[in-house]
């Protein structure tokens, strides 16, 4: 079945740094990459995605990169801010769903 | 446009006990997704209706089954519930790819 890694499973920056999560993943039919933001007791909201036919993609300072080749797609958050803070998943599936183990970052002001 | 929206918000069961949780998708979304998220877990894929059919299943047991109804909407059943059943229960509805989230049930099994 999928399998997909996360890294890291905790991340704690300042205001304004940039922040990096990565998902590696293992199903070379997967085509879609999106990632998820979960406030304490919210439910996941889709923040930025990707398709396979395309290596970046950016909205303001949330960009996604996808590698095919090594398999793996990144999420960047630049000039991090407080409100940044929450749990970041990226969701992977072509047959079955799997969200990968989740990142806790901590953007401190 | 009214988002994904689940009933009911809590629920408190016993062991042993089933229960039915409800989805209703967001306004033209046609496929219902199911995760079951443990307190400072990720969400884990349960299962996926389309057509009003199972269409992907995650790796629960039997005990756990569901519902599409015509009108799109879903329905989750869990028989026999153990403690370890106790969690978070995500609806995602999606229309083709990009899941949009319901707020979730809290089940909490005493």
């Known amino acids: 079945g999928e399998n997909v890694e996360q890294h890291p499973s905790t991340l704690s920056v300042q205001e304004g740094d940039s922040a990096v999560i990565k998902c590696t993943y293992s199903d070379s039919a997967s085509n879609y990459f999106p990632w998820y933001k979960q406030e304490l007791g919210k439910r996941p909201q889709l923040i930025i995605d990707i398709r396979s036919n395309v290596g970046e993609k950016k909205d303001q300072r949330i960009a996604v990169t996808l590698n095919k080749t090594a398999k793996h797609f990144s999420l960047h958050i630049t000039e991090t801010q407080p409100e940044d803070s929450a749990v970041y998943f990226c969701l992977l599936g072509f047959q079955k769903l799997v969200f990968g183990t989740g990142t806790r970052l901590l953007v401190s002001p | 446009d009214a988002g994904v929206t689940q009933s009911p918000t809590h629920l408190i069961k016993t062991r042993g006990q089933q229960v039915t949780l409800r989805c209703s998708p967001k306004?033209?979304?046609?496929?219902v997704s199911w995760y079951q998220q443990a307190l400072g877990q990720g969400p884990q894929f349960i299962f996926q209706y389309y057509e009003e059919e199972e269409r992907q299943r995650g790796n629960f047991p039997d005990r756990f089954s569901g519902h599409q109804f015509p009108n799109y909407s879903s329905e989750l059943n869990v028989n026999a519930l153990l403690l370890g059943d106790s969690a978070l229960y995500l609806c995602?509805?999606?229309?083709?790819?990009?899941?949009?989230f319901g707020s979730g049930t809290r089940l909490t099994v005493v």
């Open positions: 306004s033209g979304h046609d496929t």
């Open positions: 995602a509805s999606s229309l083709g790819q990009g899941q949009a």
